[in-house]
């Protein structure tokens, strides 16, 4: 039998033709042709910038798989949709584990209402290179302030967005520390609007979304 067009790619180059597939369902089915096509995909894996799980059904578990070995991961989305994520705090946890999360620029928990303190505060601890942040939609409180004010120095955005259980304590921890923060939305709070004022006070460039 003639060996097909694509079986003649070397391994190099059918990971970069496996880098463009978005869905994590045929990544899985590709892995299963041959060793040569797992290898790609392991390899596609790890040169993989951007993640989004958005709308895909992952759990604990397969979430974290995926992500310990995209070694080049800069932008984590791990929002949820009618059918996403189930992500818990175990999931959390088990995610902070990988070692791309140190280099991560971007994270986006937004909605995942089966996450606390817990696992944020486990999986902000490791993310100190983060940028944006959006946890909009969670029940976190103070802690998780408390947590990134302490460990995300590099902070330019983040988005509380109906975090009901925010005070105006942890927001004026969070402002004081993260000294680069452009934006932050906290919409839906219940912070009272003279908090919001004290904030600009701390960092007059800073725009609060309301």
């Given amino acids: ?46 040169r993989k910038e951007v993640l989004s799980f958005a709308g895909w059904k992952m759990d604990d578990e397969s979430t974290a798989r995926v992500i310990r070995r995209a070694y080049a991961l800069k932008e984590l989305d791990i929002s949820r949709s009618r059918w996403g994520c189930q992500i818990t705090d175990t999931g959390l946890q088990k995610i902070s584990a990988a070692k791309c999360i140190g280099k991560l620029r971007s994270i986006s928990l937004w909605g995942m209402t089966g996450i606390t303190d817990q696992g944020v505060v486990h999986l902000i601890s490791r993310a100190t290179s983060l ?7 969670t029940f976190i409180t103070d802690n998780s302030l408390f947590a990134i004010a302490s460990s995300c120095p590099h902070l330019k955005s983040i988005v509380l967005w109906s975090c ?9 921890v969070l402002v004081t520390s993260c000294r680069r923060l452009e934006s932050i939305n906290v919409w839906g709070t219940r912070v009272p609007m003279d908090c919001f004022l004290h904030l600009v006070k701390i960092n007059p460039s800073l725009q609060v979304k309301v």
């Fill in 1 to 46: 039998m003639e060996e097909a067009e694509i079986d003649r790619l070397p391994t190099d180059v059918l990971a970069d033709v496996f880098l463009a597939i978005n869905s994590f369902t045929d990544l899985a089915q590709a892995s299963v042709v041959c060793k040569k096509w797992k290898r790609a995909v392991k390899l596609a894996l790890g």
């Fill in 131 to 137: 940028q944006h942040l959006n946890i909009g939609g």
């Fill in 164 to 172: 009901r259980h925010v005070t105006c304590g942890g927001l004026l």
